[in-house]
């Protein structure tokens, strides 16, 4: 899964794919690097973070997903795009653009209609743990147990997920890296995602130039790429399935040496 952020203030990559040919060329380029999935988001949910009115949302976000996923950019076959959103109204215009995910950080919290919304248009959501909002989440968060806290959230979001009519084939789950969590939290989820994995729903992992690389090595965002290599292939030995990550290529080879060297098998059609 490919980050396409057409946001000013995201903490990675603030400010370069605001123009939508640029977004949209940036989006082509991550599924020629190996991207399956281009997550588009037009609000950023760093720490801190303020929230983006839902006109400037759509503007941001509509015509990018429309283009990609149409495929006039992309070739014949289009791009599978994810809306990632919180608002109601920004997952009912992606999904009618062309999205066939919902990646909510909210995990359908802040708009429990997008549960609708996903049955309704057969498509697939990504439910992610964490604590308050962007604003809040960073705000001295504890847990007894964070590990046993999240299981239990996540599995909750999936119960009110199928309650609301979307196949639970069609729930993906993610952990929350990095959303109101200390680094010994974030740390502790990474040793023991199999506990996660084990909910039975494809795991989503997003670890990807994050702050929690940095205070571990002292880069700065944009040198965090071997950092994110290596708890993307941790995520990978234990279970995970779904990566977010902006460096798409790298990571991607990267999965693929080890997930040979897992299976000690080669890849389908690689001799």
Known sequence: MGVLNVTPDSFSDAGRHLDHD??????????????????VGGESTRP????????????RVVPVVERLAAGRDTGPAG??????????????????????IVNDVSAFRFAPEIAGLVAGAGATCVLMHMRGDPQ????????????????????ERLAFAVAEGVPEEHVWLDPGIGFGKTVGHNLELLARLDELVAIGRPL????SRKSLLGRLTGRRADSRLPATIATNVLA???GAQVFRVHDVAEVADALAVARAALTGREPAGEG
């Open 236 to 238: 990978l030995a234990s």
């Open 136 to 155: 809040t989440m960073q705000d001295d968060p504890r847990y007894e147990d964070v590990v046993s806290e999240v299981k239990s959230h996540l599995e």
């Open 48 to 59: 801190g973070a303020e929230p983006v009115p839902v006109a400037e949302e759509l503007e």
């Open 79 to 100: 791009v599978r795009v994810s809306i990632d959103t919180t608002k109601g109204d920004v997952a009912a215009a992606a999904l009618a653009a062309g999205a066939r």
């Open 22 to 39: 640029a977004a949209v060329e940036h989006g082509r380029r991550l599924v020629a690097d190996g991207a399956a999935i281009v997550d």
């Open 204 to 207: 989503v992992v997003g670890t």
